[in-house]
């Protein structure tokens, strides 16, 4: 064993500068409801899949090898194909009560979810662009609190109450998505901010 | 014309030994059922009409109350975290616990990278009976130094330590097969075709020199109970090794009852698969609850009764290699094996 944890120090530190090169330029993955920030979820999840199985709307599916060594069978969803319905009509959250290792921690109600941010992309959303849509308003399991509208009718994000839960991204009609779940976005308190376009960029602005 | 009179030789055919166990006694049938059973409940869980297993072979929910937590996964995730769920240690306790009662049965009965390689080597017999018209195996395989299992284990320990990360759970052939089978994602299934392919020239490659999580089971289970037995009123009366050819692990079955008189085999890496119990032709090996290490040494007899043949053989066996033991059952030897075992 004496060998073997000689090779993994040599191999994991060699790994690890391979990966860190790598996920540099990945884009954030959405994790499901309570995960713990990344590196830590990444320390947790033994990637059992039971939360996948414990999802009763099907959100949830297993990354397979095409992210990097790191994330590999880690649960993860994509919003605009099926968003996080923060388990509507059930009493808990189930995918937090299916972890084994904590790796979703323990939230007391939807409403302190983070899975990420909602950003709109005033380019192209049809509300800022003299169209009459409220798509992602009637989406939002918090309307009026998550979602606002302005006196020009056109909606913004309320950062402290928005659990990044995906339904208004599910929801948006324009072909490239005008609202997007920013993972690594940085909640600014008191209104929305504009960004140009959606996942990644945020990543790297942290560093 | 005549090709259709013709009826196709076998010339194994009558090789393969006098007594093949009925079908229904055979373990090599239960355990694959066991396995696929497990591996069907594991599928079936993602339906919501059958929350038996939900999960994967890292970590599994029995009808959604009871966990079980792979123990690597668990001391993985612990050295990782620096933390220790109560889930994890309930899910982890209840399968060491079990693997310290049975041994690693999880190999044998429930792996389903087990069973994906036990059906590769059914497959790989079949073909080159029909095909090349070769008999079975005649040779033990090769024995790989349990060692390497263990480095490889302390690899993976060691890296879940030093960078947090449960790497074993992201790269298990075990896992990526039960998540490929189970969720859908395929890409992992590359590596376990890989082993299959590599198995089909190496055969049990994966579970007799890599596997990891059988190095800790054989590690958790070193004093289990169950164990294969030696009936000492049978062993030694043929010399047919064909227990030993036939260990998916390269255990020498017999070895330690003709040179250190032990009753079981007490080899760590022995899987419990039961394929010696099967092919043995006089019923010498059975699974069976075993006590503490029992030998049918002089001081032991009490415990044991000795059959006649076999005091001759342990007295025999002493006075003839002169204090240095001779193993009967060495390839190298066989000269000394016709001897010692004509004499019986």
């Excluded at chain 1, 409403?111 to 992309?121: F, H, M, N, T």
Aim: with cysteine; glycine share 12%; charged share 20%.
């Amino acid at each position: 064993m004496g060998g073997g944890l000689l090779a993994g120090c040599g191999l994991g530190g060699l790994y690890l500068g391979l990966d860190s090169v790598a996920s540099a330029s990945s884009g954030g993955v959405l994790r499901p409801p309570g995960a713990l920030d990344e590196r830590a979820f990444l320390s947790a999840c033994i990637r059992c899949g039971q939360c996948v199985d414990a999802c009763p709307f099907g959100t949830l599916r297993l990354t397979d090898l095409t992210v990097g060594l790191k994330k590999v069978g880690a649960p993860t969803f994509e919003a605009s194909e099926t968003p996080c319905y923060l388990c509507q009509g059930y009493d808990e959250l189930l995918c937090i009560e299916a972890c084994p290792t904590h790796a979703l921690g323990p939230v007391a109600d939807p409403r302190e979810v983070r899975i990420g941010l909602a950003v709109i992309d005033e380019d192209i959303c049809l509300a800022y662009n003299g169209a009459m849509c409220r798509a992602c308003w009637h989406a939002c399991p918090y309307p009026d609190e998550a979602i606002k509208y302005n006196e020009m009718l056109r909606p913004f994000v309320c950062a402290e109450v928005c659990t990044g839960c995906g339904l208004c991204e599910y929801a948006c009609p324009t072909e490239t998505k005008s609202v997007v779940i920013d993972v690594d976005a940085e909640r600014v308190h008191g209104g929305h901010r504009r960004r140009g376009s959606g996942r990644g960029k945020g990543r790297q602005g942290r560093g | 014309m005549m090709t259709h009179h013709r009826k196709p030789e076998h010339p194994g055919h009558h090789a393969h030994g006098p007594v093949k166990r009925p079908l229904l006694r055979r373990w090599a049938l239960w355990r694959r059922v066991t396995a696929a059973l497990f591996l069907g409940a594991l599928v079936c869980s993602q339906f919501e009409w059958f929350p038996w297993f939900g999960g994967s072979t890292a970590g599994t929910r029995l009808l959604g109350v009871v966990p079980f937590v792979d123990p690597l996964a668990a001391l993985e995730v612990a050295l990782a975290t620096r933390h220790v769920e109560a889930t994890v240690l309930i899910g982890a306790g209840i399968l060491i616990g079990a693997a310290m009662i049975l041994g690693p049965v999880f190999c044998g009965f429930v792996c389903p990278m087990g069973l994906a390689l036990d059906l590769n080597q059914v497959v790989r017999r079949v073909f080159q009976r029909v095909v090349f018209r070769k008999k079975v195996r005649t040779a033990m395989p090769t024995r790989v130094p349990n060692s390497v299992r263990y480095g490889l284990l302390g690899f993976f320990v060691g890296f879940a330590a030093l960078y947090g990360l449960p790497l074993f759970q992201t790269v298990s052939p075990i896992n990526l097969l039960s998540r490929g089978l189970v969720f859908g994602v395929w890409g992992g299934l590359v590596l376990v075709g890989v082993i299959v392919v590599v198995e089909w020239f190496v055969p049990r490659l994966w579970c007799r020199a890599l596997c990891p999580l059988g190095a800790l089971y054989s590690i958790i289970g070193r004093w289990a109970v169950l164990r294969v037995r030696i009936d000492p009123h049978e062993a030694g009366k043929i010399r047919c090794q064909q227990c030993q050819i036939r260990c998916p692990m390269g255990i020498p079955i017999m070895r330690t009852y003709t040179l250190g008189k032990e009753l079981a085999v007490w080899d760590p890496s022995c899987i419990r698969c039961g394929d010696c119990i099967d092919v043995c032709p006089r019923s010498v090996l059975g699974l069976r609850l075993t006590r503490f290490p029992e030998k049918t040494e002089g001081e032991a007899t009490g415990a044991v009764e000795l059959t006649v043949g076999g005091g001759q053989l342990n007295g025999a066996s002493k006075a003839r290699s002169g204090g240095t033991l001779v193993d009967p059952l060495d390839h190298s030897r066989s000269a000394s094996r016709a001897e010692t075992g004509g004499s019986l």
